[in-house]
């Protein structure tokens, strides 16, 4: 994989984050989310832009691979309900998400042999979801 793309959080989301990961057994998804964790710029709410994916926003983003796009709100495990409209971020596309910008793209592994890039399309904040 190339370089990553810059990810912003807040220290909330930072922090609930790693308390989630250090809960869990140690897998593949949590280590990728660990990762992302360790490269993030840690900003306060005020100043995370808009259109940055922050847990509970509403994303838009296409799987390159597949060209299908989708949009999920990007929710802790424990908020998934029924609803097909979440997204885990103990998923690997939502552990991809987590802290991108509107625009950019990811190269993500979604297994242990295959690799995809992400788009996100658009993202709506969750006071706006």
Known sequence: ???????????????????????????????????????????????LPANVVTMNSTVTFTVQSTQKTFTYQLVYPSELDNTKDKLSILSPVGSALIGLQEGTEIVWPISTSHETTVHVDQVIPPAQA
């Open 1 to 47: 994989m190339g370089a990553k793309p810059k990810i912003t959080l807040t220290r909330d989301i930072y922090n609930t984050l790693s308390a989630l990961i250090d809960s869990l057994p140690e897998d593949t998804i949590t280590e990728q989310l660990l990762d992302e964790l360790e490269r993030a710029k840690i900003v306060s709410p005020q100043k």
